[in-house]
């Protein structure tokens, strides 16, 4: 679907006078022979979604840990809310909000002891009550961590994520092991965080997550943004083909078109009115993703 030629037509640049929250040139981190970053380039303006693409060891957690302040860099600049993180301090680190794969361990606190412990530390907190509310835990309020399930244990980690009232935060697979339903009301839980001003910077297995929360899309792959979009754009998915199918008698039919409507509607005419199975598939952000991904390992190979 790309090609190596078209390459910059994948990584979208934000206006030239974005109020950038996150800025990141030529990030690299070597383990080893392991370039768990090569050349990581990545803007996030202040008050936006981006969600953060890509396979397993593609060199998400690393950028994000870096971007956090808890890992150390080997070359490239980083500004995180107009500081290195390398460099950050006390107050910078109360700026942040940081929802962590792994849980917190806060087994023996209930859920509203273990948020008054963290609202201590930050200048200006959430409410305890709101949070509460805000991940639907009112009813697990005065249970213990070790007590909740899996996908509320999840939750507390995002209400501790959020309880400093961060400018911006880090959520890295916050969904894992939620439920459906959980799942929706996280997902209406980001949008007001958004609403109020919150920069968010997620990192997702979850494509649909993606396509519903995120304003702009970065794939990494092999330690390196591949391409960054708004979902509907990106890697040319606007102008992708639409693929029409339906049924002739016995005969499954397909035709791939820039103009599905009009070719409908021809379609229509020639079959006198009704057309038996018809459906119109356009690229999913997962065709995309796993087009952008399988050509930059074809690249590779
Ligand atoms: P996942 O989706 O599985 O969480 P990821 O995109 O977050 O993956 P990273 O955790 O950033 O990927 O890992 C990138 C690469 O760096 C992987 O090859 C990983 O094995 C390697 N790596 C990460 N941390 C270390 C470490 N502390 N020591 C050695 N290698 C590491």
Redesign the pocket.
Known sequence: MTTTTDRDDLLVPVPADADLAVRVRGLR?H??E????DGVDLDVVRGEVVALL????????????ILEGYRHRDGGEVSVLGVDPGKGDRHWRTRLGIVL?SANDLGDLTVEESLRHFAGYYPSPRGIDEVIEAVGLVEKRRTKGFDLSGGQRRRLDVALGIIGSPELLFL??PTTGFDPEARREFWELIRSLRGLGTTILL?T?YLDEAEVLADRVAV?SR?RVIACDVPARLGGRDESLATVSWREGDDPRTERTHEPTRFVQELSARLGGEIPSLAIHRPSLEDVYLSLIGDDHEDAS
């Open positions: 981190k383990y080893g392991t370039k768990a970053c890509g396979p397993n060891g593609a060199g998400k957690t690393t950028t994000t840990e794969q890295d697979e990192t297995h990494i330690g």
